[in-house]
């Protein structure tokens, strides 16, 4: 009986201490998410991917399986995504307002020469006006987003009937000058949405598409000054950046420095997130 009984309580120890050598790796590896939304941007730079992405990593250190990403079919998520897909050094490289026949092309090829894919948000009247570039953006491998009709910044003052037409339009727009070309976001003008315009994006398969770069380059500020607000290490960034709207002359040249700066940072070029926060 004194034998069984020390042959159990030494099962015991045992027990406990392996229950005391995996409970930390248990808590350890217990995955963290964050989740985003409000407004659409900032001015200058912000670390509004961090927490995201360092919860992504915690999970990848801690051996976690990777969240599966769904494909890109089907409702996506109301909430304005900010965030490159990917690990914590990747970028996402957004082009307002064309396209134009004078920049778009000229930025097409500063991406294509550093083997970057982008996403170009367009203006629908433009797309109509001239398609053939909507569809050698696709052709290039770049991805669609609608930026409205008519690039009225003042639409999320105006009833949600006309911010409808806006973005239903300029969706619809943008598909008839690319046939079965997908356009998976949607970015307000001027970053200026409501919860409204965001319901509506996503209810048309278009994920709301904010910033958290923004060198205002559309203000010619100086290639210095554009460079100088994108050269910082963000974790998981999107890069706003116009082909449209004037001069681009001064974004052409600030990609040509920016592009080389991100690949010798050891970033990957990705694309927006769209089905996950």
């Given amino acids: 009986m004194a034998i069984t009984s020390t042959r159990a309580r030494r099962r015991a120890a ?36 961090a927490g995201a992405g360092a919860g992504q990593a915690a999970a990848a250190a801690a051996g976690q399986p990777a969240k599966t990403q769904p494909a890109r079919h089907g409702k996506p998520p109301m909430t304005i995504t900010r965030t490159a897909t990917g690990a914590e050094r990747s970028v996402a490289i957004t082009i307002d307002d064309g396209p134009d026949p004078v920049w778009t092309p000229k ?40 930026h409205s009709v008519g690039h009225d910044t003042t639409m999320d003052h105006k009833p949600v009937a006309y911010q409808e037409r806006e973005i239903v339009g300029g969706k619809e727009m943008i598909e008839k000058a690319a046939p079965g070309a997908r ?26 598409l904010g910033w958290t770069v923004d060198p205002k ?29 004037g001069d681009r002359s001064e974004t052409v040249a600030a990609l040509e420095k920016v592009l080389p700066w991100y690949a010798a940072q050891g970033y990957a070029f990705t694309f927006p997130a769209r089905d996950t926060d």
């Fill in 14 to 49: 045992r027990t406990a201490l392996a229950a005391a050598v995996l409970l930390p790796g248990v808590l350890l590896g217990a995955p963290s998410y964050a989740a985003t939304d409000g407004a659409a941007g900032t001015t200058g730079t912000a670390g509004a991917g």
């Fill in 107 to 146: 930025v097409l090829d500063v991406l294509d020469r550093h083997g970057v894919k982008a996403t170009f948000c367009m203006i629908g009247n433009h797309a109509q006006e001239h398609p053939a570039l909507v569809r050698e953006v696709v052709a290039r491998g770049h991805r669609l987003c609608d």
């Fill in 183 to 208: 356009v998976d976001y949607y970015r307000a003008p001027g970053g200026a949405f409501t919860p409204d315009s965001r319901r509506i994006a996503a209810e048309h398969g278009m994920r709301p």
């Fill in 217 to 245: 380059d559309w203000s010619l500020p100086g290639v210095p000054s554009i460079v100088d607000t994108v050269q910082h290490p963000l974790v998981r960034p999107t890069v706003l950046f116009h082909d449209g709207g």
